[in-house]
């Protein structure tokens, strides 16, 4: 293994920039490497930000050498990678009492009221962003990362079963998917759960689908009513109508899984799930929706976005 190692003199005053570099180094995930200087394994990504840090101690008048080694002569590789590992540990232990005070609230929503639910997955989210965090400077894999992911996610699959819970007295009798053809009615001036709806119908459940827009008290009369008060396909618990035709439907691609977190927050703002896009795909729409008129118009225009944001998820999964 090949290490990088950052020696530096740093002018006494203003104390500010030793500060400054002193936590740049700690975001970095660097370890100090006794009185020498501080060290990190070597790859394009790290040396690309000791090379940032050198031009920024330089550019105050310090001094600041990048060497890099292929060994140091008292320590193995072994050795490096438990000073690397007891470092990563000391932030993981915070995380994982995290995931066990959240385990603890889990328990206690048994029987509780389901409004206790999105503060913990707030809670939770916050835990996966700091997880994330340390995951990223994690750079030889701690055991207690290992150990920290697990836990998060035992928390988050817990939590959603809590949320999944069917309710007494909210049973309801599914009626059959609709037959292939059908017309899909829904509300006039689609937005994103609406035109996200209408292309997860078109691809996926029925090509031969077609789409119209009437009242609500119409809907029904012309065709498969979806997104409506009371409708089928519509919102049914915690789940937007996209999320309930892709269940009534049995999809089970992750493309379309993942577009089902980006539609949820954009139309329920609820902080379920954490999902950046969500705020870009609702602004582009609404962006659609006040210069297109046309309803019909709308609805091919948002379900092309949707081909695009679908294509560009593919390559990245």
């Not at 031009?55 to 990048?66: M, P």
Request: net charge positive; glycine share 8%.
């Amino acid at each position: 293994m090949r290490w990088l190692t950052l020696l530096m003199r740093l002018p006494p005053t203003p104390t500010r920039h030793r500060v400054g570099v002193w936590r740049k180094l700690q975001r970095m995930g660097a370890i100090r490497l006794r009185a020498a200087g501080w060290i990190l394994p070597e790859t394009p990504e790290t040396t690309e930000l000791f090379q940032w840090l050198v031009q920024e101690i330089q550019s105050f008048r310090g001094d600041a050498s990048l060497l890099h080694i292929d060994r140091i002569e008292d320590m193995s590789d072994e050795d490096l990678t438990a000073l690397f590992h007891k470092a990563r540990a000391e932030e993981y232990q915070a995380l994982l009492h995290g995931c066990r005070e959240i385990g603890a609230q889990i328990d206690r929503l048994k029987g509780a009221h389901r409004g206790s639910i999105p503060p913990i997955r707030a809670k939770l989210d916050a835990l996966k962003r700091e997880l994330d965090r340390i995951g990223a400077i994690d750079y030889l894999d701690s055991p207690a990362g290992r150990r920290a992911r697990a836990a998060w996610e035992a928390g988050a699959k817990r939590l959603r079963a809590v949320a999944d819970r069917p309710r007494a007295g909210t049973g309801r009798r599914r009626a059959p998917v609709p037959p292939a053809g059908s017309t899909w009615v829904t509300r006039p001036r689609p937005h994103i759960d609406r035109i996200g709806s209408a292309w997860l119908v078109k691809r996926f459940c029925d090509p031969q689908a077609k789409f119209a827009f009437a009242d609500p008290v119409d809907a029904a009369k012309k065709g498969i009513p979806f997104d409506i008060l009371g409708a089928e396909f519509g919102h049914h618990g915690e789940d937007c109508t996209f999320e309930t035709i892709v269940k009534r439907f049995g999809i089970k691609d992750r493309r379309v899984k993942l577009i089902a977190e980006i539609v949820h927050e954009a139309d329920l703002h609820d902080q379920k799930f954490s999902r950046n896009e969500s705020l870009g795909v609702d602004l582009a729409i609404k962006g659609l929706a006040a210069s297109t008129p046309d309803d019909h118009e709308l609805l091919d225009r948002g379900m092309a976005m949707f081909d695009g944001l679908y294509a560009v998820l593919k390559q990245k999964t």
